[in-house]
């Protein structure tokens, strides 16, 4: 899972705008949009011409409301609550601007590192098209690791981090990184055994999608004291609530393709362990071939109570992240947690969202 393009379906959009979220996201956009920006301007230095390209256009402030803006709140949202989060908990402003470069970094060297488990090529620098996704997956990893170093460099110079807490974070960073890596390996060849839904949401679920969200904490978990560094740990907590609730949502979009290369994914488990007989008998055929029960309404159509027991597993995740994040002060209402946990899917989960939350 990448911190992927979220909240695109009409309803999703309607909440964004209808109960304020957008607006009250707007200053953090503007400052989302130039952190990229910067990113790009470090780029050119990074990489040579000939595996450049023009940047595609990156919203400036009078453009935050518009569809244009919009795509990049869907693209960046969670990048651009995690900054509006630190600003809420009390970081200051140079610090602020570092987390965010970083995190822009953060989100790209996850994306390039995601191609190539799943082999995609999806990629967040203007990089010029040559042949072969992985090879340009590695590229972009490697872009990212020596853009992540300019940022931290450049807070060293402005006397925002010392070289001692650079190496820290850098360290910190990887070492996370590498952990949640260890799961992702571990499905390479696919998995010969299925967990309980209880047991594959604490080993799995809260590594790959809470432990990614809390990448963002990893930078202000090594610069920031006092009482800011313990609202920064209780913030990083419901940030990695939410990260879990992502991740149970994500595994109902993904769940042919997970099933396909036989990867973990909790509806497989909640149907293997829960299901009803009809459902266990629809999933071994599935197994057995994929054309028995192809579609693109699979779950709909076969494992629809199933998938909603799954989908009740992320409502108290998300509510208890942003019960948490109420109690640092941070805006967001509690009562929007159950419409985010439907609004965070991407476009190919937008139907699926829909089918399983309407009403018989």
Known sequence: MTLSPVFRSRDAVELLAQRGVWSRLAGDMEAQADAVRT????????????FRKTPSHVPEAGEMTTPVGLG????YFFLILFRSIFGAIGVGRDRLRLYTELNFCIKGTITAADNLFDDQAKSLLPLAEHAGSRFMSILQLMAFERLSRTVLDRGEAAGVVTAAERDRVQR??????????????????????VPTPDDMVEAVHRMRGGSLFALAFVAPQVLEGGDVAKRVAAAEVAVAQLGTAFQIVDDLTDFEFDLGRRSHNLLVSQISHRG??????????????PGSARGGDVVESHFKDSARAVLERAYPEARASFEGLRALGFWLEVELAEEVVHAIVGLD???????????E
């Open 39 to 50: 990113v790009y301007r470090d780029f050119e230095g990074v990489l040579g011409e000939e």
């Open 72 to 75: 990049f709140l869907q693209e």
């Open 172 to 193: 910190g960073l990887l070492d996370r990184m590498a952990k949640i890596g260890t799961l992702e390996g571990s499905e390479e060849g696919g998995v010969a055994e």
């Open 276 to 289: 009803t007989p009809e459902e266990r008998a629809a999933l071994a055929r599935l197994r057995a071939g």
């Open 349 to 359: 989960g937008t139907r699926r969202m829909e089918a399983l939350t309407s009403p």
